[in-house]
């Protein structure tokens, strides 16, 4: 099975939901749950807007009334600029889900590094191999759209498997030429939405050495994962042989951060160290050996598997990793109603748990699972 054409919609496997947010992903909204909000302000103004989405007929339209609601109600408060950040906002979303809507039954990765690396350094050359092995296992490579390490994932894996994520600076910058041009190049005003766009679309994420732009996205994405606010997936970190660029911001992250009690010795589990684009690969491969997704239906968290775990491996879990569960035991279940209602992932065996907050020991998790025979 090749998991970059088996992929779920996204990693919750349910289109527009945040992956490990427990208080979005329990059930797709209901109008009655959104009429609940404060509308517009004005009941007049709010009927019309009613009237108008349903004239539409378009899909949620109890979310895309709330939206046209807020709008009403920002309006009479916001000032220009606010108003400018929220339009272009919405514009910039809109436009990368529609240009990434096509491409959602194939698994992608997101490559981060710096935009001063040169064709002379062994960084490009591994960003530059890695993409061109990943593109040939089915996968697409998602870059920001600058020079450096950018063009060297579109350079590996070819434009037609590759999208570009720019971001418009002060100083003039084009996209790059493995790039521009290509329908799938999109430009950012905003970084927010810009990050927004990698972690929403990405199935796996390699960062190569990089300044502060490069931490400052691997950080994020720690930390969204280390908080459960988005869904747990591989983080590779990716220095060519002889380099020690990431082993030692490990030993900082180890030494600085949980020695002094800062983070959990469970969150290195978050992230791995590879030193060649072979060990890259199979990081990213075994993630997916029988893990394939996630979602919490209420409380508890149900993981989507490849094979069936025996009545044993279910035993040795609850054993090992019963501090994960904050309440109950690990369960073997079949498909729960809410995702059979969506068509969510409904071939695959399932676990299910009610976790604590210890999203290091998930991951934890995930590879015993995979592990499985």
Do not use: C
């Not at 002060?170 to 290509?182: R, T, Y």
């Not at 869904?231 to 490990?250: D, H, K, N, T």
């Not at 490849?306 to 090992?320: E, G, K, Q, T």
């Amino acid at each position: 099975m090749n998991p970059a054409q088996d992929k779920p919609q996204n990693p919750t496997g349910v289109p527009g939901v945040d992956p490990l947010e427990p208080r979005s992903v329990r059930t797709r909204p209901t109008r009655q749950r959104v009429r609940r909000r404060t509308g517009s302000g004005d009941p007049a103004l709010d009927e019309k807007v009613r009237e108008l989405v349903a004239g539409a007929e378009v899909p949620d339209a109890d979310l895309l009334e709330d939206i046209v609601e807020t709008a009403f109600r920002m309006a009479r408060t916001a000032n220009r600029g606010e108003m400018k950040l929220i339009s272009r906002s919405l514009r910039e979303l809109g436009r990368a889900f529609r240009i990434f809507a096509p491409y959602r039954g194939v698994r992608k990765v997101s490559i981060f590094g710096s935009a001063r690396t040169t064709e002379q350094h062994d960084e490009y050359a591994s960003a530059r191999d890695f993409s061109r092995a990943i593109a040939a296992r089915g996968w697409m490579v998602i870059t920001g759209a600058g020079p450096g390490i950018m063009a060297a994932g579109h350079e590996g894996a070819g434009a037609a498997n590759s999208f570009g994520v720019g971001i418009k600076l002060p100083i003039e910058q084009s996209a790059n030429g493995f790039i521009a041009g290509d329908p799938k190049l999109i430009d950012f005003k905003y970084f927010f939405t810009r990050k927004i766009t990698f972690m929403k679309e990405s199935d796996a994420f390699v960062l190569l050495p990089g300044g502060y732009g490069t931490l400052d996205e691997g950080f994020e994405l720690l930390t969204l994962m280390q908080t459960g606010k988005t869904a747990i997936r591989p983080v590779v970190l990716l220095q060519p042989p002889g380099s020690e660029y990431w082993s030692e911001w490990m030993t900082f992250v180890r030494d600085h951060l949980v020695v002094r009690g800062l983070a959990s010795p469970e969150d290195l589990s978050l992230f791995e160290i590879a030193g060649s684009v072979e060990e890259a690969i199979a990081m990213i491969e075994r993630f997916y050996s029988n893990y394939d997704s996630a979602r919490y239906v209420g409380e508890r968290l149900v993981l989507r598997l490849r094979r069936a775990p025996s009545a044993a491996d279910i035993a040795r879990l609850n054993r090992d990793f019963r501090d994960v569960v904050a309440t109950g035991r690990i369960e073997a279940i079949s498909i729960t109603p809410a995702e059979a209602k969506d068509g969510d992932r409904p071939g695959l065996p399932r676990i299910a748990l009610r976790p604590g907050h210890n999203f290091g020991r998930i991951r934890q998790l995930i590879d015993a699972l995979n592990a499985l025979p």
